[in-house]
């Protein structure tokens, strides 16, 4: 990548940014990474994504050497900021291009190389924003299971993600809750519990 390109981007240079736009859709790191995951692995700046996918909105879509969008990247880090500029920009696509939410169906639900979606990595990563804004767009999300089997209510459960459990039980009407191994989700709450030899569960839990 154009040495100047990346270090605007990394640093949330939004003029900076501008001055490169023409090279935003060529533009590589060494691991497959665009302008874009750029920004969203370094820096929250709504202005630099947004600058970005107005010039190539196709840049959304994007996938490095992992398979990571750049909306996976920011719900790992957790660039809260940037994952939801990314998604809001999904939403705008959809309803300029008249697209019945087909773009933003498309990003949420990109698998990278581990099947995970980017509600698995805002879910894994603690990120309940991002797990929000997913959700309230597309609950059906909840029932995608990555490569380990895991589904978003298994992983919440499994991670201890109190508020992460309860946005998905208050959003999503019949998620799947299965796991690796036949385990579901009150598996996991039950193994916590006796490792923590204590039976004190969230309200979150009794919704299981």
Known sequence: MDPN???????GNHHALREKKELFSTQLTPNKNTPLHVVAQFNDS???ITEILVTNESLLYEVNSDGDTALHIAARIGKCTAGLTIIARAKR????????????????????????TALHEAIRNDQPKIVLSILEKLPEIANIVNNSLETPLFLAVDRM???????????????????????TALHAVAIYNRKRKSLVFSDSWYSL
């Open 93 to 116: 696509l959809d309803e300029q291009l008249e697209l019945g939410g087909r773009a933003l169906k498309k990003l949420l639900t990109m698998r990278n190389r581990n099947g995970d």
């Open 5 to 11: 390109l990346y270090r605007a981007a990394q640093e």
């Open 161 to 183: 993600r109190v508020m992460c459990v309860k946005i998905i039980l208050d959003n999503c009407p019949s998620p799947a809750y299965t796991g690796p191994e036949g385990r």
């Open 46 to 48: 709504p202005e630099c």
